[in-house]
């Protein structure tokens, strides 16, 4: 009889608090207001509150459950969960299971039973997963996209993943990544949600090329992170850490770094990624992509160059013709590369000698006193071979190099292949009057300049190492070389001055209508370089426009040559052909 009693007791109560939730919900619906979605998600919160989600509440809240179901495209139980979580986190907070719980005073172990319906709110972007928080029990973010929604009482969607470029895949793609960064959503989702961005979106070229490649999901969105750096920012190289909070638990971020460190990473394996620098060697905290990586999965995107490079890019159609007067040795060196350059040999060459397992890169080192011609030797061939010079200027790297000593001067390398992605023919990189970065390195270096020059010789030796190009490089102190830049130079061309019978030819390639005695008095006397004799010539082509002289005269010419050498007099020759 006890037994029976406590029953009809406990139904009765039951009937009652139904009751009263029909009642309350009642008045609710009748509020002299339109339903609107923020109404029904508030009016299913005040009748959730301590209500132990018995069957009386369901019942009760079903008209506001159905109504938010309908414009979210979701159950309505989903509905009720969404408007629990959203009071348990509201905007930008995260809301879990014991918060819900604890709202409507039910058992955690009763929450279970929801676990289904939270994950298909998260496949449908309408919650978003994380650990965040101290005890990392699973907590859940309402995304700021469908909180705008229900203040607009908007329908919301799921925002759509098919892009138009690859510039607005690397920008979605962010915003992903970035959430992971946030620590608002978790790994598992993350690669989820990249996987159906990468789906989406398989007509994009860097989308087509990605694939080709048959990676794994973890290392395709390791890859897409270091090229999204790269095309939005402009970023070279990653710090691992930068990298590593892809990854959710400590031990993956641990095997991850390892890996990375000592190089048995697939994406390093197969040549995808690689070290940058630190203090000019293989640093094992910075990475990038590798040249091949970029060429083949960046292709027809136009990565973004720093406007200040101290780079100039010479089109070799823009270079002027001008003869060259070199001695024997000088000559046969000239015309090796002339037609090592011409194109047909130089691709056969280059297969050649990839075929041998040879390094492909052609590094030349100009030699020699000013005004010899180094430098023009270098336009001429350019301007032979069809080949563009992208010419870097030392004054200007050098004051560039105070704190970013590295990122400079890899940038010129970083711009030089862009260049050479960018070219029908391979182009030539110059580094002009290069004195200054490949002398003799300084032993056991404490000053700080010195560390830093030490560090920048040290990325031109590697990057030399590693060229696939063409690098020519002009010095005028060959004594103060570096032994290590001395063997990387494949060849090695001295320019002297201008012997009498050149300098001759370079008088009258100058000023072609000097009269024979002049121009042999000229070169038998004053042992200028081509550099000199051409200043000379251009300074009588001024004279001439300023004052009108139209015939030249002998003493005029001497007057040139002797300000040329400073006002010091020049010590003639004595030897007159």
């Not at 989600?53 to 969960?81: D, G, I």
């Not at 000023?511 to 081509?530: C, E, I």
Request: hydrophobic residues 35%.
């Amino acid at each position: 009889m006890m037994y029976k009693a406590n029953r009809n007791r406990l139904f009765s109560e039951q009937q009652n608090e139904g009751d009263q939730l029909k009642k309350r919900a009642n008045e609710l619906a009748k509020e002299n207001k339109p339903m609107t979605l923020l109404k029904a998600v508030n009016c299913i919160l005040d009748l959730a509150e301590d209500s132990e989600m018995s069957e009386e509440f369901w019942v009760a809240s079903k008209p506001f459950a159905n109504y938010v179901a309908k414009r979210m495209k979701t159950s309505s139980t989903q509905a009720v969960l969404l408007a629990l979580l959203a009071e348990a986190g509201s905007v930008g907070r995260t809301g879990a299971i014991s918060d819900i719980a604890r709202y409507t005073n039910s058992r955690n172990v009763k929450m279970l039973q929801y676990h289904h319906d939270l994950e298909e709110l998260v496949e449908k972007g309408c919650l978003r997963k994380t650990k965040k928080g101290f005890n990392k029990e699973t907590n859940y973010i309402i995304p700021t996209a469908l909180i705008d929604a229900m203040n607009k009482n908007e329908a919301y969607e799921k925002p759509s993943y098919v892009c138009s470029n690859v510039m607005e895949l690397f920008q979605k793609f962010y915003e992903l990544t970035h959430l992971r960064f946030e620590e608002e959503m978790s790994r598992e989702l993350l690669l989820e949600e990249v996987q159906e961005l990468i789906q989406k979106n398989k007509k994009i070229t860097f989308v087509k090329e990605l694939l080709k490649l048959h990676l794994e999901e973890d290392d395709e969105l390791v890859v897409m992170h270091f090229c999204r750096h790269l095309v939005l920012h402009n970023e070279d190289s990653l710090n691992i850490e930068r990298v590593a909070y892809l990854y959710e638990e400590n031990w993956e971020r641990y095997n991850f770094t390892r890996s990375m460190a000592d190089g048995t990473h697939p994406l390093i394996v197969v040549g995808l990624v690689e070290n940058a620098f630190d203090g000019g060697f293989h640093s094992t905290k910075e990475y990038r992509m590798t040249d091949a990586a970029r060429k083949q999965l960046l292709k027809g995107i136009e990565l973004k160059l720093d406007e200040n490079s101290p780079c100039d890019l010479i089109l070799s159609k823009k270079i002027v013709k001008k003869d060259l007067f070199f001695a024997k040795d000088v000559d046969a060196h000239m015309q090796r590369l002339t037609q090592l350059l011409d194109e047909k040999e130089y691709q056969k060459i280059c297969a050649r000698l990839k075929k041998g397992g040879f390094r492909e890169g052609f590094t030349c080192l100009f030699y020699g006193a000013p005004g010899t011609g180094k430098t023009e030797s270098v336009m001429q061939l350019a301007r032979l071979s069809g080949r563009d010079v992208m010419q870097v200027n030392i004054s200007d790297v050098k004051s560039k190099w105070v704190g970013e000593s590295e990122k400079n001067i890899k940038g010129i390398f970083d711009r030089y292949r862009n260049v050479v992605n960018n070219s029908k023919k391979m182009p030539i990189l110059l580094f002009n009057e290069a004195d200054a970065i490949i002398n003799k390195r300084q032993e056991g270096a404490e000053r700080a300049v010195d560390k830093m020059e030490n560090s920048i010789q040290n990325i031109i030796l590697q990057e030399m190492e590693n060229l696939k190009g063409i690098m020519i490089a002009t010095t005028n102190l060959e004594e103060n070389m570096d032994k290590a830049f001395e063997r990387r130079f494949l060849y090695k061309v001295k320019f002297d001055k201008p012997d009498y019978e050149q300098r001759a030819h370079i008088w009258q390639s100058m000023m072609p209508t000097l009269d024979k005695d002049t121009l042999s008095h000229l070169a038998a006397s004053y042992n200028f370089s081509g550099g000199q004799i051409e200043n000379i010539a251009r300074k009588y082509s001024v004279d001439c426009i300023l004052y009108g002289k139209r015939s030249i005269r002998q003493d005029t010419i001497e007057k040139y040559c002797q300000e040329e050498t400073l006002g010091q007099k020049t010590a003639k020759i004595g030897f007159v052909k």
